[in-house]
């Protein structure tokens, strides 16, 4: 997969039973703080490779100013503990590597691609009018690039220091506008930082969601039952739902019982797949063929 080629019509979400029904029930999902996060070493990655690229970026002189603020942005990203979540979705169906690592006995949830580019909604009310969920850069839908399938160099060159970069902004004689784009300008460093992956993932075809200091008014913090932190992200389902799969084990009985509540629950005429792989290596029975209903 090139950033060339066309986004996928559904992004899939591989889980357990238990939290589908907790997902689809509330109608909120959530996107984990990166200090939690279980590709923590792949963030650092990111911030290493990018640290090493923006180290070696040579410029105008008069970008040097700025380029050593880049380098603290970066490095705080490793040594204090920023407001920054995540959630990783994949465009990968029906994929075996997903089901055993994510959801052995559970559900891959197909959330529409354009939905969630457009964000998740947020708790606090819109004035009329205005758009129902949040379209903030701090909530934004960004494809994972794995090292090795493109240049750091370049994407430091172009993404910091390009003629459309937020750090030409700074070449404005307008003093104030150093202060208000500092933020923007940490925000495009975060993202690029989710989405940097070891090229050994890059089967995955990961998206994800990075919020930067989100509004709690608009996205709630809570904590699951180990106290880490985590933002709680509402959606609609008939609007945000386009598919749901049951994976390859011998739970199946029960994922279709759960959908069948949830399709009653929430109206949704979304399609409903069973996975085409034998479920031998996850422990169940082989589903058999791709199944089109409830």
């Known amino acids: 997969m090139s950033l060339a080629d066309p986004p996928p019509p559904v992004l899939y979400h591989y889980t ?63 040594t204090t503990d ?28 197909g959330f529409d691609f354009k939905a969630v580019g457009e964000g998740f909604q947020t708790d606090e009310p819109r004035p009329v009018g205005a758009p129902g969920v949040d379209r903030d850069p701090s909530n934004r839908l960004m494809r994972c690039r794995y090292a090795g399938s493109f240049d750091l160099q370049s994407l430091v060159a172009e993404r910091f220091f390009g003629p459309n970069s937020y750090v030409a902004a700074f070449a404005s004689p307008w003093k104030l506008a ?42 709630p913090l809570r904590r699951d039952e180990k106290d880490r932190p985590y933002l709680s992200m509402r959606f609609d389902p008939p609007q945000y739902v386009k598919e749901l799969w049951v994976g390859p084990h011998d739970n199946q009985a029960a994922c279709y019982d759960a959908i069948a509540e949830v399709v009653d629950a929430n109206g949704l005429g979304c399609k409903v797949y069973t996975s085409k792989h034998d479920a031998v290596a996850n422990g169940g029975l082989d589903p058999g063929l791709l199944k089109t209903g409830v």
């Open 16 to 78: 357990s039973l238990e939290a589908f029904r907790a997902i689809m029930r509330t109608c909120r999902i959530r996107a984990t703080h990166y200090l939690g996060f279980a590709d923590r070493e792949e963030l650092r990655f990111g911030v290493n490779g990018l640290l090493d690229a923006l180290r070696r970026y040579r410029g105008d002189p008069s970008t040097r100013a700025l380029q050593g603020r880049l380098l603290a942005e970066l490095e705080s990203f490793v």
């Open 178 to 219: 150093h202060e208000i784009m500092w933020n923007a300008l940490a925000v495009a460093v975060y993202q690029v930082i989710c989405t940097i992956k070891r090229e050994s993932f890059q089967d995955e075809r990961e998206w994800r969601v990075v919020h930067i200091n989100p509004n709690r008014d608009e996205y």
């Open 82 to 109: 920023l407001d920054v979540y995540v959630l990783s979705l994949t465009g990968e169906v029906d994929s075996p590597w997903h089901w055993s690592k994510y959801a052995r006995r559970g559900v891959a949830i």
